[in-house]
């Protein structure tokens, strides 16, 4: 498992409440995509109407996987024949 997988998983509130969380480990879960696409599907499964905060973590979740795949395409060992 990727080191920056299980982190995320630990703390992006799946597992134990956010709110039941030590303050430093809420400010770094607010940092993890991870977190951001957690609270868009419980929004999504749950709210009655879907509001601007699901804007908010679908943009967040998207310049994650952008900026992943672009230091995954920087690290990518090119070969040359």
Known sequence: ???GVLPQLLL???LVARSGMAPALQTVSDALPLTYAHDALLQATTAP???G?????????AAGTAVALALGALTLRRRTA
């Open 53 to 61: 905060r699901l804007g908010l973590d679908v943009v967040v979740i």
């Open 12 to 14: 992006c509130g799946l």
């Open 49 to 51: 109407s879907l509001g």
């Open 1 to 3: 498992m990727p080191a």
